[in-house]
């Protein structure tokens, strides 16, 4: 057997794209990834299909377009397929590679070609059958790190044995792989076994790994995936589904994983998780995955250096909010047939809630806003029907409209009455699972402050939130992991610390949800610091809270204070119980006076209260009561006297560097007043609150009073929500609760946001949609034509600025040419050509966006244009309509079999954009007539300006640009 090692430097991916089955796309390849999908979309099933050179080009062009390459960059191209479809071309000779060549080969020979220098860029795709194509784009890291690009991953090490029939195959390459890339077995996170079948416990590629990662004891320090599908297909696909966990840095999912019992699985590192799970790491550590065959080998790391991290998982996730605005019933009712219409005619659920939303954004001063929530178009269907009712209903009522998937309707938005405050949860709310899907919906999460600073105790906290196993954890084995983390009052607090943190910066940095006030719950108060950025070390406490015996036996565990503070033996073992009663807070005041040994400890409205104390006495409060009574989830010593002895070590504890000042209002419960504070007096009020009874409904009074109406819960449970919709019943508020256990994050979110939405809290929707805005919204929004925006919205420079390059390109330009035997990124026309050296064809892409139409049309007859859009402001129209077009379907100049009917269609659709685009663009005007004078004068100047800067030769120098 012959090993072959591919030696430095490392290539840097920086662009893919894929055509797996029903995944399109990279976004839709990488979200079934992250859902557990993956296997079932990537499939070689003969399907109806554009030809596969015709599929080549357009995942090829995508590929580059996502690589986003700079000036002048030479492109070499490797095709690699499984000979079991001989129609795919050779995409150039330089480099092309056998239909039995195998990805993990062309990588090897990428890397010597690439460090040549004969070109800066190595494009490899990998086909089989009609239905699966898959692209990489290969720099260098150091071109890629000089040319500023995005990486997804770094190939550290690329290991590729000539024999298949060694059974030591694996072991061998995999040692060989550990020892050019200098680490041990240990450091990888991450391995996807990519095979021709689904893996199994008992697989040799299983007893494979086991003897090349294999340790002494079970560690569960991989993660074990795999990929799988035939030939070169599975083996791209293996690459890129890594490289995109390396990026969004997450451990995906392995949900038809079937575990073995043999003694093997006694001693390795690897286990499996059923649902994707965020990838955390200890401070200086790195992520690194691997991929290997029965042959092969990769080692792939993570960035080395910061990234600018992209996601459309948020816009693309199927769950959608359709915002609409009203002036009054009938205007509401017109828009929901409007935009039942347009949800019947939709092909794109996703793109139909965006210009939903568009349309929405143009009415901010109207005094109604409905939400329409759902996942399907039945769902979107069936809540619309009910909004109907629902709508005339509240009118007749005056009661708000919601449905249990989350449309909300209110005739009486607190937005525009009362400020917002958040509110944040005490402990003991966090469980198994807490905010798994936060990182993957919000990407950027990860460099938060607050997970940045507490990477030390992230280790733990992973493990105890996302129980790790080598089979899928039973029901009673996720019962003891759930006990485990209860037992844990230090983890608890933590984890609950920091997702509060962490929804505070998605509603704060995302949706730009600004509170005016802050105040918390028992300990939420501590919360409240971290997440308002009062504090940011939140590691110097958590080291402080794990070395203090606080939290370990003076409070929890033994109760040291407890026993201290009525000299109890240490023989006596159950000192201490909690318990939540469903009772009048005055009533129950008066029966514990009675008790030497029980505290009321929390009011959490008048008829909810939390005592505490020795269990013989807290169960005859009970029995002389005859109230409603359960343990509560916590049993540790807080809000009554023995705390005293605390006091001391709370005040150092947080007693803590200020990092920014507090420009919201914070009010505690130790005065019930707001507080003005600096850095021993933060430390000294939260002490006071944590030693003293709880009064949660004075405090909520305290705040209805300074005119807050809408209370966010930013935080794990809804608790607060509960009480404080019980404390203020009867007067106008409203409550919104961020997260519920058994509710998918971004369900719950989507929810909260509808319900704001209503009630006109000033928010922004905008993330929710997709970022790059059709050209509806730029016309929607701009209100007038402007040649420079478009040209800088295309890539391409104005001609008006006379220096248009026709042989460079600048960072971000999406034209792509391909030579016969490199190709070079030109600056042309947007187009992708392949050709053949044996013949003299050539298939194009050529693509002419609208809005350069639109372009040419003004330049080319400014008059006519001027008087088209006059004609059109002119007309008016008796009430706006929810302007959606009603059929929503993106289409391809390459939807077609042939080149003559594919223009033809493409023409046809490129007038009916138009049309549609005209339409947008009328009706928008028409809102504004107002402002009808302004517009046509600025539409006058820019057509003159183009006059007068397009001169002979700048107007030669663009038809030689825009020619073939």
Not at 812 to 829: P, Y
Request: charged content about 20%; glycine content about 4%; aromatic content about 8%.
């Amino acid at each position: 057997m012959e090993i072959k090692l591919a030696t430095e430097p490392k290539l840097a991916i920086v662009g893919m794209d894929v055509y797996f089955g029903h995944c399109e796309s990279l976004s839709a390849w990488e979200q079934s990834i992250y859902e557990g999908k993956s296997q079932e979309h990537l499939s070689v099933e003969e399907r109806e299909h554009l030809p596969t050179e015709q599929l080549l080009i357009k995942v090829a062009n995508n590929a580059l377009e996502d690589a986003n390459l700079v000036t002048g960059v030479k492109v070499a191209v490797i095709v690699a397929n499984d000979g079991r479809n001989p129609i795919v071309p050779k995409v150039g000779d330089f480099l092309n590679l056998t239909p039995e060549s195998s990805v993990f080969q062309a990588i090897a020979t990428a890397q010597k070609v690439l460090f040549s220098g004969t070109v800066d860029t190595l494009l490899l795709m990998a086909s089989a059958g009609q239905a699966n194509i898959g692209a990489v784009v290969l720099q260098l890291d150091t071109t890629a790190k000089q040319q500023q690009n995005r990486i997804y991953a770094e190939i550290v090490t690329n290991v590729v044995q000539d024999s298949s029939q060694d059974s030591e195959v694996i072991p061998k390459t995999g040692e060989a792989a550990f020892a050019q890339a200098g680490i041990e077995p240990a450091a990888i996170g991450y391995l996807d076994i990519c095979s021709r079948e689904t893996v199994s416990a008992d697989d040799a590629r299983i007893t494979d790994a086991i003897a090349a990662y294999g340790t002494s004891e079970s560690s569960c320090s991989c993660a074990l995936g795999n990929t799988t599908n035939l030939g070169v297909i599975s083996e791209i696909a293996s690459i890129i589904k890594t490289a995109l966990c390396l990026y969004y840095r997450y451990i995906p999912a392995f949900p038809e994983w079937s575990p073995a019992k043999e003694a093997k699985w006694h001693n390795n590192p690897f286990y499996v998780v059923t649902e994707s799970k965020p990838w955390f790491l200890a401070p200086g550590a790195t992520r690194i995955a691997a991929v290997h065959s029965t042959y092969a080998h990769l080692i792939l790391t993570e960035a080395s250096e910061p990234q600018e991290y992209q996601s459309s998982y948020l816009e693309q996730t199927s769950f959608y909010l359709f915002p609409l605005a009203g002036s009054d019933r009938n205007n509401l009712h017109q828009q929901l047939r409007t935009l039942q219409q347009a949800i019947e005619a939709s092909d794109s659920l996703s793109l139909t809630a965006q210009q939903t939303f568009i349309t929405y954004q143009k009415y901010p001063h109207y005094p109604y806003a409905l939400a329409i929530l759902g996942k399907t178009k039945s769902d979107l269907l069936r809540e619309i029907e009910r909004a109907v009712k629902g709508i005339d209903q509240a009118f007749a009522t005056e009661k708000d409209w919601q449905t249990p998937t989350g449309s909300y309707f209110t005739l009486n938005p607190q937005g525009r009455k009362g400020k917002v405050a958040y509110v944040y949860p005490g402990a003991y709310n966090a469980h198994l699972g807490l905010g798994r899907n936060l990182f993957r919906i919000f990407p950027k999460l990860f460099d938060d402050p607050v997970i940045q600073s507490t990477r030390n105790r992230l280790a733990k906290l992973e493990r105890l939130l996302y129980p790790r196993s080598w089979e899928q954890l039973s029901r009673r084995k996720l019962e003891a992991s759930e006990a485990k983390l209860m037992s844990d009052p230090l983890a608890m607090l933590e984890s609950e610390m920091g997702f509060a943190g962490l929804m505070t910066a998605v509603l704060r940095d995302y949706f730009q949800i600004q509170p005016k006030g802050i105040f918390g719950y028992s300990l939420g108060e501590i919360s409240a610091m971290y997440a308002q950025g009062v504090w940011t070390d939140m590691g110097q406490s958590s080291d402080r809270l794990n070395t203090s015996p606080l939290f370990q036996t003076r409070l929890a565990g033994s109760k040291e204070a407890v026993r201290d503070y009525w000299q109890l033996p240490d023989s006596e073992s159950d000192i201490w119980c909690t318990y939540v009663l469903m009772a009048s807070a005055s009533i129950v005041k008066e029966r514990v006076k009675l008790e030497s040994r029980v505290f009321l400890t929390q009011i959490s409205t008048p008829k909810e209260v939390v005592i505490a104390g020795a269990p013989s006495a807290c169960k005859r409060v009970i029995e002389d009561l005859n109230c409603d009574a359960f343990r509560a989830p916590f049993n540790h010593v807080i809000h009554c006297p023995i705390m005293d002895s605390e006091y001391e070590e709370l005040v150092r504890i947080n007693t803590l560097p200020l990092q920014n000042h507090l420009t919201t209002t914070f009010y505690s419960a130790a005065h019930y007043e707001p507080v003005n504070f600096n850095r021993q007096k933060i430390a000294e009020i939260i002490s006071q609150t944590l030693c003293e009874q709880l009064d949660f409904s004075r405090l909520v009074n305290r705040v209805y009073q300074d005119e807050f109406r809408i209370f966010i819960e930013v935080g794990a449970g809804s608790n607060c929500s509960r009480w404080i919709r019980e404390i203020l019943k009867p007067q106008e508020h409203l409550t919104v609760s961020l997260h519920r256990r058994g509710i998918d994050d971004h369900v719950s979110l989507v929810k909260a946001l509808a319900k704001l939405l209503s009630h006109r809290v000033e928010l922004d929707l905008s993330p929710l949609y997709e970022q790059e805005q059709s050209l509806a919204s730029n016309i929607a929004n701009y209100g007038s034509f402007s040649p420079k925006k478009a040209f800088k919205d295309s890539g391409q420079k104005s001609p008006i600025n006379n220096n248009y390059q026709t042989a460079k390109i600048t960072k971000g330009t999406k034209n792509i040419a391909f030579n016969e035997n490199i190709a070079t990124i030109k600056t042309k026309q947007q187009k992708v050509v392949i050709k053949n050296k044996n013949t003299d064809n050539l298939t194009s892409l050529k693509s002419n966006s609208d809005i350069s139409q639109k372009k040419l049309d003004i330049v080319n007859n400014p008059q006519k244009e001027l008087e088209k859009f006059e004609t059109k402001v002119k007309e008016k129209i008796p009430n706006p309509k929810l302007e959606i077009p009603l059929n929503t379907k993106k289409h391809s100049v390459l939807s077609q079999k042939t080149s003559n009917n594919r223009d033809i269609i493409f023409k046809q659709k490129l007038a009916e954009g138009n049309s549609k685009i005209t339409q947008i663009h009328a009706n928008f005007l028409q809102s504004r007539q107002e402002n009808l004078s302004q517009i046509s004068n600025i539409l006058s100047l820019k057509l003159e300006l183009v006059e007068q800067q397009y001169t002979k030769k700048s107007k030669k120098n663009y038809k030689e640009v825009i020619s073939d």
